[in-house]
């Protein structure tokens, strides 16, 4: 009887430790997606910007128009 209170003790203080390292994995977790949410804000102001400044820069086919003829 001894040792199924020893083995219980010890799945409970697993589970505890589990508890706290998945809290402290959230924790993280929600600190780096706070993080890539700035960032693609700050990524879609830059785009913005240089869209503005150069319209032909959002192209994505990445065709350049001829160079003049002299």
């Given amino acids: 009887m001894q040792q199924l209170a020893t083995d219980i003790e ?3 203080m697993k589970v505890a430790f589990q508890e706290d390292t998945i809290e402290a994995l ?3 977790l929600i600190a780096q997606q706070r993080q890539i949410d700035k960032l693609e804000f700050k ?4 785009i913005g ?3 503005a400044i150069d319209p032909s820069a959002g192209e994505k086919d990445g065709t350049e ?3 003049p003829h002299y």
């Fill in 10 to 12: 010890q799945l409970q």
């Fill in 26 to 28: 959230n924790s993280a």
């Fill in 43 to 46: 990524l879609k102001q830059v």
């Fill in 49 to 51: 910007k240089i869209e």
């Fill in 65 to 67: 128009p001829p160079p």
